[in-house]
């Protein structure tokens, strides 16, 4: 019987004007499917003009100018549609969704589908049960006691994954699905007698109990910042409408 994590994998990742999902803006995306270790990945991009100024710190980190996003990106009603009924075709497929860092990527597209078609991504979600595995949740509860940063730049270290080409879409997809694959094999004794349906549900627990560490020692440093606890997506905010 194959294991969860050398079986069928889909990956998304969104490239964006900044870390704020409830104003920035996606600029580029990718979705990739793997259908077993090892095989030929399947990559559909996407390259949006997000109809407002990309700043100077976004595109030091991608590249994506605000000149080469006019000519060559293309509007984003479309485009936020055809990502989330690709995603939905993935999910119907049963195709575990690898997201790293899924409230963020998940969040952000779920609040320009709400800017641009006045749906949410949970509309298009609705006929298929969503499975998502997010290698950054997955590291920190198996591995919880390592020290260090955990992007997915550190993971790959980690986990010996090549990324080529970070701050790509489809490359970081593409190096966060492998992750996935080796967190799997890695903490196989622990992981392969769960199904994926059932990590989505515990990746949702361990995700809160990790931001309620996080807030703690938040309180205790003194600053100000607030952890959002949901997973894999954010709770809903009126002016994101």
Avoid at 43 to 57: C, D, I, Y
Avoid at 82 to 101: D, F, H, S, T, Y
Avoid at 199 to 227: D, K, M, Y
Wanted: with cysteine; hydrophobic share 45%; charged share 25%.
């Amino acid at each position: 019987m194959t294991r969860w994590y050398d079986g069928p994998l889909a990956a998304f990742d969104t490239e964006t004007t900044g870390v704020d999902v409830e104003e920035d803006r996606i600029v580029s995306a990718a979705v990739v499917v793997q259908d077993m270790t090892g095989g030929r990945p399947r990559v559909t991009r996407w390259l949006v003009n997000p109809g407002v100024p990309v700043p100077p710190g976004a595109t030091e980190v991608h590249g994506l100018t605000d000149n080469h996003l006019q000519r060559n990106g293309r509007w984003p009603a479309p485009v936020v549609e055809e990502i989330a009924r690709l995603l939905a075709e993935q999910c119907a497929a049963a195709r575990p969704l690898v997201v790293m860092n899924a409230p963020f990527d998940l969040t952000i597209l779920d609040r320009e589908l709400r800017r641009h078609r006045a749906a949410s991504l949970a509309q298009y979600l609705e006929n298929v049960p969503l499975c998502v595995l997010d290698p950054r949740v997955l590291d920190k509860h198996l591995d919880r006691y390592r020290k260090g940063r955990r992007t997915l730049s550190d993971l790959c270290d980690q986990y010996e994954v090549v990324l080529d080409g970070a701050h790509d879409a489809a490359a970081d997809a593409m190096a966060a699905l492998e992750v996935t694959r080796a967190v799997g094999r890695r903490f196989a004794s622990r992981l392969e007698r769960l199904a994926p349906s059932e990590l989505h549900t515990l990746q949702a627990v361990w995700h809160a109990a990790q931001a309620r560490g996080l807030q703690a020692w938040f309180a205790r440093s003194g600053a100000p910042e607030e952890v959002d606890p949901h997973w894999p997506l954010r709770t809903d905010l009126p002016a994101a409408a």
